[in-house]
Nanobody, 114 residues
């Protein structure tokens, strides 16, 4: 059973950067594609960045050009580099497969505020 553990969240000011990490212990995490999702209270969880098993990336319009998803397959780790953060990026960020999703981890809180 793959366990997902997100880390790297925090409180930053607008314009600053953060790097999130997702440790995906177990096997076959990458097979169905992997992504970073975010959720704010009262709203549905949304996919903001994804990477296919072949390494192709895709971003939501709201983060395109500011966020970058990458992975380190040898260590089963997924990353999200977030630059030029905005207050509207404030959310709990989660990692998971794009399809055949696993049990969600606890997420990483990202707060962007001056």
């Amino acid at each position: 059973q793959v366990q997902l553990v997100e880390s790297g969240g925090g409180l930053v000011q607008p314009g600053e950067s953060l790097r999130l990490s997702c440790a995906a212990s177990g096997s076959n995490f990458w097979f169905y594609g992997a992504g970073w999702y975010r959720q704010v209270p009262g709203k549905q969880r949304e996919l903001v960045a994804s990477i296919t098993s072949g390494g192709m990336t895709k971003y939501a319009d709201s983060v395109n050009g500011r966020f970058s998803i990458s992975r380190e397959s040898a260590n089963d780790t997924l990353y999200l580099q977030m630059n030029s953060l905005k207050p509207e990026d404030t959310a709990v960020y989660y990692c998971n497969r794009v399809s055949h999703q696993l049990t969600w981890g606890q997420g990483a809180q990202v707060t962007v505020s001056s």
